[in-house]
């Protein structure tokens, strides 16, 4: 009896489950790869004439030494915190909008990629914010060491002071321009997510069933895993010239002498004529070492079902008391 309960919740957990599994996943690989992530926010960031990193691992190695070890977690903990929901949202955006659309259990291309619109139209309610503010607290040591390298790049009348929090930052954005301070940039956003999620769940789905062993049966993890990776720096890569443009409207703090952008053909025309069509792809390689574990290890949380297993658990001891 409790074996037949235990095996009839682990598989009808549904979508609460799917939301742990996303949410755990999004913790775990933020985790492994923020300090690539911060490396990517500070190379696309930096306009000519204004270069303190030449690659990513120049810019690690600078970040360790002007700001320790942590240095390289800047704006961790806003991600750590919103990343749960955001992954969550994502994942099980395109599972519920794949099951909808699917006929007798299957699915045409253009629905996958319809499920992946779905998906990339969830997550932008709680994407723009949560990187809104990751931005400003990643890009803060670049500002930093830029005003003590080149003093002279610093606008008249601007005074040095402590990085902000999240919450400053929070509180400073609502207060001066309310709910849409923290959406700023949610065109570049949806730009950028919309195609993503496009690109990836389809061919996450297609190069998944490659290595299944068996049509109706689960495919093995390391599958799973390598399709995610596959997958996700492919999909990154894509739309990493969208990524940038994002980037760049979303910092609020500049250099004097780096441009500033109104919208996003303001910030593409800027790009092409002061950086020419090269400044796109900064950062190309660095968001797919950060995008391709991200999306790995939750395919891989998914496969085990840690989310199931944890429902199980909770509903197992409480049935049988």
Known sequence: MRKRLFLFLRWNSGLPAKLINGGIAGLIGVTCVFPIDLAKTRLQNQQNGSR???????????TIRSEGYFGMYRGAAVNLTLVTPEKAIKLAANDFFRQHLSKDGKLTLVKEMLAGCGAGTCQVIVTTPMEMLKI???????IAAQRKLMPETVAAG?????????????????????????????????????PFSIIYFPLFANLNNLGKKDVDGPAPFYVSFISGCLAGSTAAVAVNPVDVIKTRLQSLNRASTEDTYSGVTDCIRKIMRNEGPSAFLKGAYCRALVIAPLFGIAQVIYFLGVGEFILTCVHFSVFTK
């Open 52 to 62: 303190l990193y030449t690659s990513m691992s120049d810019c690690l190695i600078k």
């Open 136 to 142: 400003q607290l990643q890009d803060a040591g670049r």
């Open 158 to 194: 601007t005074v040095e002071t402590k990085s902000p929090t999240a919450m400053q930052l929070t509180r400073q954005l609502l207060r001066e321009k309310g709910i849409a301070g923290l959406y700023k940039g949610l065109g570049a956003t949806l730009l950028r997510d919309v």
